[in-house]
């Protein structure tokens, strides 16, 4: 058997490397995977994210030898799908970026989710016989606003030359394949007030305006945990996120607050309507004269557990499919094919100070993912 561990250990190392977090342009790392790719035929879609930072997306592909035999011009396959920005490195007390190697772990910021699972994929990918189709949609600003995917799944003319049957998005899950998650909304309150300094009485703490609005959202959160029709018995846990991050901007205790802001991330699956929830929380900001803004995902995908790409995944992991509390790309790139989520280390490494994968199990996903795509082939 062919050990791939090497391979797979210096790639993650190389990427894990690389500073790549979303407020920062990923084109360094983006260029490091290019590298790995000098046999694909490569589509860079290159865009500026809402802060005028540049990002670039990849699609590659690689026709199968016999490609003009079997499907005329096109191909049809398996793609990998992975994403190259990590979270803030909250948290750290080590080197973020240093990719050092302790008992058989890597650790560094990302090597979990999902540099790792990445430079698996990209391993496989690269390594797939010549009569086999290899295919990677490689995105950016998934920890935020998805619009790498976004850019692939819009407008990629390589992706659907590719034509891909399906799509797994190689998420750490420990291996088990996901057959479907949620999705969010996320929730922008913002409360005005009149900066002064506090002892004088002329100023207006904008969190006083916010007060009534975060009232409301508690009892919309309390609701969701104990409302049967709100919630989804086939998720762990059954009931959505409805999370709030409050900020005054770097207000200091002595200053009367001019800008207050809630942001709230509410994540529903396939069987729970956004809808309601959505409209409770447009009608507490207006009731708060807040001003609000929403920014939404694509719908929430889910594949059913017979659903011929999730059983393939199921039979040659061994694993019964299940649905994950969190979201991915698979929101954006469903548009193009099906998609399952299924990768090596475990999400609650993820967005943890010293993050960490195995090797191990970076390495046995290797040969995996290339039977994957040789069996969906046939």
């Given amino acids: 058997m062919t050990d791939y561990s090497r391979a797979v250990l210096e790639l993650t190392r190389d990427l894990v490397k690389i500073d790549s977090r979303s407020f920062v342009s990923n084109r360094p790392i983006a260029e490091r995977i290019e590298a790995e790719l000098k046999d694909f035929e490569l589509e860079r879609l290159d865009y500026r994210d809402r802060d005028g930072v540049e990002k670039r997306a990849l699609v590659a592909h690689r026709a199968a030898a016999d490609v003009a035999q079997r499907d005329g011009a096109t191909t049809s396959g398996l793609a990998f799908s992975g994403h190259m920005d990590t979270v803030p490195d909250t948290g750290w007390r080590t080197e973020p970026w240093s990719g050092r190697v302790e008992n058989g772990r890597l650790f560094g910021l990302g090597s979990t989710d999902m540099k790792g699972p990445m430079a698996a994929a990209i391993v496989a990918a690269r390594t797939l016989p010549k009569g086999v189709p290899s295919t990677l949609l490689i995105s950016t600003d998934e920890e935020t606003t998805k619009a790498g995917a976004r850019e692939i799944a819009g407008r990629s003319v390589l992706a659907r030359i590719a034509r891909a049957r399906a799509i797994v998005v190689v998420e750490p899950t420990k291996m088990v394949p996901m057959r479907g998650h949620r999705v969010h909304v996320q929730f922008t309150a913002v ?112 594949l059913a557990p017979t659903d011929p790409i999730v059983e393939l995944c199921s039979r040659l992991v061994g694993a019964a499919p299940a649905v ?12 193009l094919a099906p998609c399952v989520i299924l990768g090596p280390g475990d999400i609650a490494q993820a967005h943890a100070p010293e993050e960490s994968v195995s090797l191990a199990e970076l390495t046995a996903a290797v040969p995996l993912f290339m039977q994957l795509a040789q069996e969906i082939r046939q």
């Avoid at 200053?255 to 309507?273: D, E, G, L, N, Q």
């Fill in 324 to 335: 994950a509390p969190y979201g991915t790309d698979a929101s954006e790139l469903q548009a």
């Fill in 191 to 302: 409360a005005t007030g009149v900066q002064a300094h506090s002892s004088t009485g002329r100023g207006r703490n904008a969190n006083w305006d916010l007060l009534p609005f975060l009232v409301e959202m508690r009892a919309i959160h309390e609701r969701l945990r104990s409302d049967p029709g709100l919630q989804d018995p086939a998720y762990d846990p059954p009931f959505s996120d409805f999370n709030l991050v409050i900020d005054n901007h770097g207000a200091a205790v002595n200053v009367t607050v001019p800008k207050a802001t809630a942001t709230i991330k509410f994540r529903y699956s396939a069987k729970v309507a956004p809808g309601p929830v959505v409209e409770m929380v447009r009608d507490a900001a207006r009731r708060a004269g807040l001003a609000l803004s929403e920014a939404q995902e694509g719908a929430p995908p889910e």
